[in-house]
Structures are given as structure tokens and as C-alpha cells.
């Protein structure tokens, strides 16, 4: 064992929409990324990376970021309103680097400052990271593992219960699967979290709930991925166009004479990989009637919309200054409250090559402090080893997200402070046991070769104390620094200005359960909801509960 670094309309818009279904099969696989392209029976929206098509133009609502939250978001509100979806990166359709299970990792690997699926970037704390840069966003890179939150988060954050099942079924009704069967290295972990870690088994569920289960995956049994992207589908297509490849500046503000605080009218972007110098601009449509107005709604990510905030004069003073930005909200808040779960790795010599090795099962302590997955990893592009992964699930270290420059396509500056407040390194050194427990079990022991661990003894409190300070790693779950209660309301839209709103991960206090991708994408779609609820435009009562399209996913025997 080693440590490792009900009405007519309804009614109508009921059948159009079982139409469709009988015409799809029964789940979404994309076959192209360009206008016109298909995902099994259904036309995507319009999509274009030439800028000059969309400057100038006006939309009801901007949505800056299509990923996990962002393509669910853009798919809900284009019932009623028309919407533009601008993302930095490219389609996932038809890339098999994103859609082949056999390539998951692969993107890690392959890395460039303006154009990759994978953006990396190391925070102040030396722990390298990633950012998802592509239409779906860390859906289309990351190992799919879906698991809602738990109740008492929700209870928490303070949605409605009601609201958030029906959002989470209407997400699972489209692209989440059942896993099939388990790898052999997933079962011989989950048979150790049983018999060594005392984590009893609960079969599969995608609720969070403490002990050992097999949860949901974005990846289907025929190895295929579907990201956030396929949502978008799932809107009118009429009223969605999404501009890839193009990165947001800045959020346009104006005063229209009667409001007290300044309004977003648009924003500027630029290409992605273009001259920076060379900027163009989208509004938001300008009914006379402001009760009708529209929003901006930033979905880039806990660095990227704490980013564009900044860059649009909503942030500290004194940092703003610094880089020539007018100031429109003097708020020491952006940034702020940013974290990062940290964890560690035992890793041990594959004795068989590994093509890939989804994670679908995980453990999760009594406390639900600690979160336990098997993974793998690659050495080389022929080379793999096995993992077993904790982390620290609910820090209470909190970091700070802070400008490096005026580019919105280079990385913020971001220190997560990782194991700062005492309580979170005591969890670690917790974790640290409980992972050589686990590694050392006699089912691991047989598999991996038993002379790998008959000489292996377990760390010494201190000895893991000192390891968590200096091997600190991170399962890529980091989140805040757009705050509710701090950046944002219970609404999502940004304190000082109008016509602005914040929906993803930045908005998160903590993680929610053991992965947040399955709250990112609940929370798009209930927003969503929320928007077309508080505009008088929701019709979605009239739609079947779980979208009319897909059965519930069923639980077997494991």
C-alpha cells in the first residue's frame, strides 16, 4: 500500500410531446454537434461558434456557462422564453473522447490554455485541479457517478422538498442509468467497506444515505456518456441558440432612469481562442413592461462566475481598482467562502490492465463526514494502478477566489486553504485510518497480491497528520465563492443590481451528498421552475412526473 499525490394547451402540448417520445428510443445518444444534428430522433438546437451571428442580437434571457446546471436551466426556461446559451467551450457531440468510457480520463491528460476539454489549473495551495471547458461542462469529463443530496442539505439551503424530487426525476428520466454490473476492482472494495470498514451495504439507490451503495451513472450499459448537454433537447429548440466557443468579459450594466440600483442590459464576450482585444456584445430584450424583463444568469462555475463578477465591477473595491475596473458593487463577498474537499489516495500495482473503471460505488461513514470510492488511475497511456480514494466530505476551511488579470479565459487566482481549521485535519487523520483498514482487508490483500501488504503496518496519528498536511489531493468537488445569503438571495439574483442571477456550484455552502453533479443538475432544472413560477409562466404541472419520456430505474438484486 502506498500514499499517492390542466387546460387545452396543456393538453396539446401533452400529446406533441408523446409524439416525440414514441419516435426516440429510450435514452439520448448524440450523432452530431452542428445545426440540424441529431440525439436518436431529436433535433439539437441551433449551435454556432460564429460570433458575428449572434452580436447584436437580443434574447430574453443570457445564460453564461452550458454546464451541469446552465443546459437544464436553458432547457426550462426556452418553454416560455427565448434564450442564449454562451459557452466557452466547444460540442461534445460526436467527440469520443467524451462519450467512450474506454477514453474517461484521457482529457485529463491533455491539457492547453484555451482550447482543451480539460482546463488545468493549480490553486495557491500547490494542488493541481481541473475545470470542465466544453458544452456539458465536468458532466463530459468527469466519472458520472450520480447521487442525490441528502434530505437534511436540502432542508438546509432551504428548497422545496417537493420541487427539488421532481426536478432530480425529471434529470434521471433523461440521462441516468442503472449500472448494469460492477468491475471487479468496484465489488472487491465494496465487499471491504462491508467487512472492514463497517459500512453496511445498501444496494443500489441514488440517495445519499450512509454505508456502502451502488449508485446512479451518467455513463449508459452500453459504455456511452450523456452529459448536461443532452437536456437541451428537452427544450423548445425553437427559442434555444447556443454560441461555443466564446468566453464572457463581462456583464453589461445601465441605469434605465426609474431603478435604484443598476440593471444588467447584456454582457461582452470574446473568442475563446481569438484576439481578447476584439470584443462583442448581446442584450437582453427590452420590453416596456420591466415586470417582463428578462435576466442574465451566470452558470460558469465556482471560478468562472465569481470571475465574471469581478470582471463586471461587482467585487471589492480596492481589488477591482487594482485592474482599472469601474466599480458597480463594492462587496468583499465574491470569492469568498470558496472550498474544496480534500482527500488522499492509497493506490496499489493493477494485476491486469485496466481499460476504464467507472466509479459506482462508495462508502459513506455514519456521520457522513468521510466518503470512501474506488477509482483507477493512469500511469501511462498502457499503464493503469487502483485507487481507493477518501475525502474529508463537509469542510469548515474556507478559501478565497481573487483576480490575476482581466482575461476571462486564464484562471483566477484561488487558494482553498485546505485543512486550515483543526476540525478538518482531525477528519483526515480519521479518513487516513480508516483507509489503511480497509486496504489492508483480505479481499484486497488476495487480489492486488498479498506481498504487497504482509510487511504493511498502520500509520501512527502523528505520521498521517504530517501525510494529510503535505500530500493533500482534491476529487475535483470544489464549490462557493457566489454565496446565498452572502452574493446571492434565496431567488439567485445578485445583491446591488437587477436582471442578474447566479445558478451553480458557486452558490453551494457545502457538497451535497458524495458527488454535487446530481444537485448541479437538479438545481438548473428547479430554477428553472422557480423563474417561470415567479413570471407566471409555469405549465409544467401539466407534464407527466417523470417528463412522460423514460420508466423509473428499477432496483435488482446485487
Known amino acids: 500500500m502506498t500514499f499517492s499525490q390542466s387546460n387545452n394547451s396543456c393538453l396539446v402540448f401533452a400529446i406533441v410531446f408523446v409524439v416525440g417520445i414514441l419516435i426516440s428510443s429510450q ?14 430522433g431529436f433535433s439539437l438546437p441551433y449551435m454556432t461558434s460564429n460570433v458575428e451571428e449572434v452580436s447584436g442580437k437580443s434574447f430574453d434571457y443570457i445564460v453564461v456557462g452550458g454546464g451541469a ?37 484521457r482529457p ?32 463530459a469529463i468527469n466519472n458520472g457517478f450520480y447521487s442525490r443530496a441528502s434530505e437534511d442539505y436540502i432542508e438546509k439551503v432551504g428548497w422545496d422538498k417537493k420541487l427539488v424530487r421532481e426536478a432530480y426525476e425529471w434529470i434521471e428520466s433523461k440521462v ?15 465487499d471491504s467497506l462491508v467487512d472492514a470498514g463497517g459500512l453496511p451495504y445498501n444496494g443500489f439507490s441514488l440517495d445519499h444515505m450512509p ?22 433537447v428537452y427544450g423548445n429548440l425553437d427559442r434555444i441558440t447556443v454560441l461555443l466557443n466564446a468566453t464572457v468579459k463581462n456583464v453589461i450594466f445601465h441605469n434605465n432612469g426609474t431603478a435604484t440600483k443598476p440593471e444588467a442590459g447584456g454582457v461582452q464576450f470574446i473568442k475563446s481562442n481569438g484576439n481578447g482585444n476584439e470584443v462583442y456584445e448581446v442584450y437582453l430584450s427590452r420590453p416596456k413592461d420591466t415586470e417582463s424583463r428578462g435576466d442574465v444568469i451566470l452558470s460558469a462555475g465556482p471560478l468562472g ?49 485496466l481499460r476504464s473503471d467507472l466509479t459506482q460505488v462508495v462508502g459513506v461513514t455514519e456521520d457522513s463526514q468521510i466518503i470512501i470510492q474506488p477509482s483507477f488511475g493512469y500511469i501511462t497511456r498502457n499503464k493503469t494502478n487502483l485507487r481507493i480514494g477518501a475525502k474529508v466530505a463537509n469542510p469548515v476551511s474556507q478559501g478565497k477566489l481573487e483576480l490575476k488579470n482581466t482575461d476571462p479565459r486564464k484562471n483566477p487566482s484561488v487558494r482553498f486553504n485546505y485543512l486550515l481549521e483543526q476540525k478538518d485535519l482531525d477528519q483526515c487523520v480519521r479518513m ?52 446565498i445569503g452572502s452574493v446571492v438571495d434565496k431567488d439567485y439574483k445578485v445583491y446591488g443590481v437587477n436582471q442578474l442571477r447566479v445558478v451553480d456550484g458557486s452558490t453551494l455552502p457545502d457538497v451535497p451528498g458524495t458527488n454535487p453533479m446530481a444537485t448541479l443538475l437538479m438545481l438548473g432544472r428547479y430554477q428553472g421552475i422557480k423563474i417561470l413560477d415567479e413570471r407566471g409562466q409555469n405549465s409544467f404541472h401539466c407534464l407527466p412526473k417523470h417528463g412522460g419520456q423514460y420508466p423509473s430505474i428499477s432496483v435488482p438484486e446485487m
Open 69 to 105: 446546471s446552465g443546459c437544464p436551466l436553458v432547457a426550462t426556461l426556452s418553454q416560455k422564453f427565448s434564450v442564449l446559451l454562451i459557452e466557452r467551450g466547444g460540442s461534445p457531440f460526436n467527440d469520443p473522447m467524451i462519450s467512450e468510457a474506454t477514453n474517461f480520463k
Open 176 to 190: 441516468v442509468f442503472q449500472p448494469k454490473d460492477i468491475s471487479e476492482w468496484q465489488s472487491i472494495v465494496k
Open 432 to 483: 487516513g485510518h480508516l483507509l489503511e483498514k480497509i486496504s489492508q482487508s483480505n479481499l484486497i490483500k488476495l487480489y492486488v497480491g498479498s506481498q504487497q501488504n504482509e510487511n504493511a503496518k498502520l500509520s501512527t496519528e502523528e505520521e498521517l497528520r504530517k501525510f494529510c498536511k503535505t500530500n493533500v489531493q482534491t476529487f475535483y468537488h470544489y464549490h462557493g465563492g457566489s454565496g
Open 211 to 232: 454505508g456502502t451503495k451502488v449508485g446512479g451513472s451518467i455513463f449508459d450499459n452500453n459504455g456511452k456518456r450523456h452529459t448536461a448537454a443532452d437536456l437541451l
Open 27 to 40: 435514452q439520448v445518444s448524440a450523432q452530431g454537434g452542428s445545426n440540424g444534428s441529431k440525439v436518436v
Open 305 to 353: 462566475s465569481p470571475q465574471i463578477l469581478l470582471l463586471s465591477g461587482i467585487g471589492p473595491h480596492e481589488q477591482l481598482k487594482h485592474f482599472n475596473i469601474s466599480s458597480i458593487v463594492d462587496t468583499t463577498e465574491v470569492g469568498k467562502g470558496i472550498k474544496d474537499t480534500p482527500c488522499f489516495v492509497v493506490f496499489f500495482e493493477s494485476p491486469k490492465t
Open 108 to 139: 485529463f491528460m491533455e491539457t492547453d490554455e484555451f482550447l482543451s476539454i480539460a482546463q488545468r489549473f493549480v490553486s495557491e495551495d500547490g494542488v493541481m485541479n481541473l475545470r470542465g471547458r466544453v458544452l456539458g461542462g465536468t458532466t
